[in-house]
């Protein structure tokens, strides 16, 4: 696609769209009717594809949230490569909208974006005010990351110049969305690095997140969780997610909790992912989550299409409607994952009153350190492991306020404990393993590709726009 054909009918420059509920709210009210919010991770360079691809989550038989994921360009500020790629028509692997107009942008939500369909921004920047900008821009108020979350994993952009762009961007959305609409920010600190880090930590860093977003204006937020190794001790971390919330954040500022299915290495086989779906599915209705980002059966072996992106979506909700919610004592005791969690909390509270500061100051220290986490600015000295029953244990806590695993009646995992490369491997791969081999060994058939007239081909998510947003 060339810039002279950007302007196709079906995407032309139309006014801003009209307001409809906040993105939180339409999440409450779906909570409370009893339906899961079932989110896909989706995004097309071009707008009439993205188009195709929010229309058919739209019409997905589920409760939808749309997604507009931006390509790795935009994502890191190259917005020369990103226009570029336009003009000589090479595919991105995302919706680079601070390239396109915000009148194509908006032509392609107009009839889309509505009161029982918002469309939320996921992108993976550190520093993201570009996207800010072009997004309230286009008419849309709802998008995602942290100061933390958006910076360690994925760069080497400094914590202190993250946490800055934040700051400022968080104050830059709620000034910028009308007052008719409520800003709405994600924290992807329950992510961090997809796995391999006990959930405690994942807790935490979402809950941090969600109060620096909090303290710079945005009054509607969501916090993360991603599905771990063990599903007893993830229940226990979405509680604790909730639960901290309540303790933590302002009782008049609009919250909910949003799972991942697992972000891991995915299932080869085509019933051992969409076990793996499932069991996010019932986790998030079972632990109280009330938005899940789904996975799909290709996900181990490519960029998925829409087709399969709806499935996933129909799947998850499927199951979820099956699934009893839960029933939680009035007094919730203590959880090992809410115990770590809270510690981890009150020990960065404890460094200062400006959050920001008080989070470059955690990690300095190793207060917060994330294993396995290569940044310059994360200290390195933790280290994680899988126990025998599959929780994810700290064999190594260095400055933190936690204690190293010890089990029941035995001593503390010896210091000097290291994780090998075949022990990293075995752990990363041990969740596709345990759902492939509980599938059925029957083959099954799935299609490879969409024809034109459905969707596209099914390439045009990848691209030399580099790898897939983290969004």
């Not at 107009?101 to 992108?123: I, K, M, Y």
Request: include cysteine; proline fraction near 9%; glycine fraction near 10%.
């Amino acid at each position: 696609m060339t810039a002279a054909t950007l302007a196709a009918p079906n995407v032309a420059p139309l006014p801003v769209p009209p307001p409809g509920p906040s993105f939180g709210a339409f999440v409450a009210a779906a909570a409370a009717s009893g339906q899961l919010v079932v989110q896909p991770r989706m995004g097309f360079g071009d707008p009439r594809r993205m188009r195709a691809g929010l229309e058919r989550t739209k019409s997905a038989v589920a409760t939808t949230v749309g997604t507009l994921t931006i390509d790795s360009y935009t994502r890191v500020g190259d917005h020369a490569a990103a226009r570029a790629a336009l003009t000589e028509g090479t595919p991105l692997n995302g919706y680079p909208i601070a390239t396109h107009s915000a009148e194509l942008t908006r032509g392609l939500l107009a009839g889309v974006l509505d009161a029982g369909f918002p469309v939320q921004v996921r992108h993976g920047s550190s520093r993201p005010e570009a996207i800010v900008r072009a997004l309230a821009a286009a008419g849309l108020d709802a998008t995602e990351g942290g100061p933390v979350s958006y910076c360690l994993p994925y760069g080497r952009t400094p914590l202190a110049e993250s946490v800055d762009n934040w700051a400022r961007c968080c104050e830059l959305l709620a000034t910028l969305v009308p007052a008719a609409r409520v800003p709405h920010l994600e924290s992807f600190g329950g992510c961090m690095l997809g796995q391999l880090c006990p959930p405690g930590l994942l807790v935490a860093i979402s809950l941090l997140e969600g109060m620096f977003f909090v303290r710079h204006g945005i009054r509607s937020v969501s916090l993360s969780y991603a599905q771990q190794t063990d599903p007893a001790q993830d229940a226990e971390a979405v509680r604790a997610l909730r639960r901290l919330a309540g303790e933590f954040l302002p009782p008049d500022v609009d919250r909910h909790v949003v799972l991942y299915t697992y972000m891991g290495v995915f299932p080869h086989t085509g019933r051992g992912a969409t076990r793996l779906l499932e069991a996010s599915a019932q986790l998030a209705v079972s632990a109280g989550a009330q938005r899940l980002i789904v996975k799909t059966a290709a996900e181990a072996r490519r960029i998925p299409t829409v087709l399969e992106n709806v499935r996933a979506l129909e799947t998850a909700a499927a199951t979820a409607a099956l699934t009893a919610p839960p029933r939680e004592p009035a007094q919730p005791a203590d959880s090992e994952v809410y115990r770590e969690a809270r510690a981890f909390v009150e020990a960065v509270l404890e460094l200062g009153e400006d959050l920001g500061r008080a989070l470059r100051t955690a990690f300095a220290r190793g207060v917060l350190d994330v294993p396995y986490c290569l940044h310059p600015d994360n200290a390195g000295r933790s280290r994680s492991f899988v126990d025998a029953a599959g929780r994810l244990r700290w064999s190594q806590t260095g400055a933190m306020p936690v204690a190293p695993y010890a089990p029941p009646g035995g001593r503390a995992m010896a210091p000097v404990r290291s994780m090998t490369s075949d022990g990293l491997l075995a752990a990363l791969g041990r969740v596709a393993r345990r759902y492939d081999d509980a599938a059925d060994s029957a083959p099954r058939t799935e299609p490879e590709t969409e024809t034109e007239t459905e969707t596209g081909p099914a390439t045009a998510a990848a691209g030399p726009g580099g790898a897939r947003s983290p969004a």
